[in-house]
């Protein structure tokens, strides 16, 4: 059985994360995409627009100290333009680590990426992890 289309596009958006090529994560968001990221911690906010969506990875990246790391566990379609995905997230920072798992509800219009709502597992470990 052949991998749902919006299910193989979010894939493909995991396999572009997880490499760090931006270039490749353009071509699969719309230009006014929004991430929310859920908490109250340094990194948590709604980004609106790639470049911010984008911008959003890089601080991941660096505050981490390229530790973060997703792995993709499972995606579920619903044939009308959601995917939600649970993956495990891990990281190190300031001295503390994070192993949990989340996911994402992506909502997807012809096929590219237009809004991406973030879950955590445990929304006062990840807030104090980030602090």
């Known amino acids: 059985?052949?991998?749902?289309?919006?299910?193989?596009?979010?894939?493909?958006?995991?396999?572009a994360f997880s490499a760090g090529d931006p270039d490749t994560l353009r071509t699969l968001?719309?230009?006014d995409c929004t991430h929310h990221?859920?908490?109250?911690h340094p990194l948590s906010g709604d980004f609106k627009g790639i470049d911010a969506v984008l911008g959003y990875y890089g601080?991941?990246?660096?505050?981490?100290?390229?530790?973060?790391?997703?792995?993709?566990?499972h995606l579920f379609v619903d044939g009308r333009g959601h995917v939600m995905s649970v993956h495990r997230a891990?990281?190190?920072h300031a001295g503390k680590s994070?192993?949990?798992?989340?996911?994402?509800?992506?909502?997807v219009?012809?096929?590219?990426?237009?809004?991406?709502?973030?879950?955590v597992e445990d929304p006062a470990a990840t807030d104090a992890f980030w602090a």
Do not use: W
């Not at 052949?2 to 894939?11: G, Q, S």
């Not at 505050?63 to 790391?69: A, I």
């Not at 096929?111 to 879950?119: G, I, N, S």
């Open 1 to 15: 059985m052949a991998e749902h289309a919006h299910a193989a596009l979010v894939r493909r958006g995991y396999e």
């Open 29 to 31: 968001l719309t230009a």
């Open 37 to 40: 990221v859920p908490g109250n």
């Open 59 to 73: 601080r991941l990246a660096t505050v981490s100290e390229g530790t973060f790391r997703v792995e993709l566990r």
């Open 90 to 92: 891990t990281a190190r």
């Open 98 to 107: 994070l192993d949990q798992v989340g996911g994402i509800v992506f909502r």
């Open 109 to 119: 219009v012809g096929d590219k990426v237009t809004d991406l709502d973030e879950c």
